[in-house]
């Protein structure tokens, strides 16, 4: 059965003649009698299920709005784009291209939606935020403001992405992570757990941040770098290559952290950094410890091998340069 027919009111749209639809029968919130939207031809929306379009809302091409879908206010869905399930266009919004939008999402304000782009879940994109490429947003995420998420990038769980703030390429914001301000994540960097990343900070390369980890001001996270527990890195520092920092550390410029490469009987990385409480804070391999908790570890492991000695030198040039005297040496 027939849940709409096509009127004989019209408008033109990119050379497009539009029919204004009318429902036949009654269904979810519509009446039979009551006029909808504006479609293009009846492949536009599925006789099928619940599905509307309502008020000034366009839908043409070969975009399809089935199941329970709802496409209201001034929102256009056109292209070879689906809106599909129970999810919501409206306001301004623009869904197009060969873009999906299903499940229980929601797009809605002057958001965009384009290209091979997946919204679904309970995800919403709302503001000015823009969804595009192979982009995916799904789960609870929420992407506002004038945010962008391009590329391959994927956003999921609860993670939120707000302002100007960008992610693409491979990147990855998933858990409770929130990414706002104008602050970018891109090539294959992953911020995930409650971890923050704001202002005008840059994770990036193969990049980790997670935990509740904050990542603020103009620093930088690049390379295999991990930046994770407690940790806060801001101002204009930059933890790259293969450094972690983690704990209780507190860094906000370059001097407040160093990282020792290829030593020990693994060739490990060894990364020395400052925590907010001013201790020097170390990780290596599966260690995690003070400097001198670190020193005991080494002698009880190492004992007085090559292995030993490298570690010590590696100690004594940090009390160097966090200059740390004996009475400070914890």
Do not use: P
């Not at 499940?103 to 290209?115: D, E, I, K, L, P």
């Amino acid at each position: 059965m027939k849940k709409y027919e096509l009127t004989t009111n019209t408008k033109m749209r990119f050379g497009r003649k539009l029919f204004q639809i009318k429902a036949l029968v009654s269904f979810g919130d519509v009446t039979a009698g009551d006029l909808g939207g504006y479609i293009e031809k009846e492949e536009n929306l599925s006789n099928d299920g619940e599905s509307w379009v309502y008020g000034d809302a366009l839908v043409y091409g070969d975009a399809q709005v089935s199941g329970n879908a709802r496409v209201s206010g001034n929102a256009w869905v056109s292209g070879d784009a689906w809106v599909s399930g129970d999810a919501r266009v409206s306001g301004n919004a623009r869904v197009y291209g060969n873009a999906l939008v299903y499940g229980n999402a929601q797009v809605s304000g002057n958001a965009r939606v384009y290209g091979n782009a997946l919204v679904y879940g309970n995800a919403q994109v709302s503001g000015n935020a823009l969804v595009y490429g192979n982009a995916q947003v799904s789960g609870n995420a929420r992407v506002s403001g004038n945010a962008r998420v391009y590329g391959n990038a994927q956003v999921s769980g609860n993670a939120r992405v707000y302002g100007n703030a960008r992610v693409y390429g491979n990147a990855q914001v998933s858990g409770n992570a929130q990414v706002s301000g104008d602050a970018w994540v891109s090539g294959d960097a992953r911020v995930s757990g409650d971890a923050q990343v704001s202002g005008n900070a840059r994770a990036y390369g193969n990049a980790q941040v997670y935990g509740d980890a904050q990542v603020s001001g103009d620093a930088r996270v690049s390379g295999d770098a991990q930046v994770s527990g407690d940790a806060r890195v801001s101002g204009d520092a930059r933890v790259s290559g293969n450094a972690w920092v983690s704990g209780d550390a507190w860094v906000s410029g370059d001097a407040d952290y160093i990282c020792f490469k290829g030593f020990g009987s693994e060739s490990r990385n060894t990364t020395m950094f400052r925590t907010k409480n001013g201790d020097i804070y170390v990780c290596c391999g599966c260690f995690e410890g003070s400097l001198k908790e670190f020193s005991e570890k080494v002698k009880e492991t190492h004992g007085t091998s090559k292995y030993a000695k490298e570690y010590l030198a590696c100690i004594e040039v940090a009390k160097i340069h966090f200059e740390i005297g004996e009475k400070d040496d914890k």
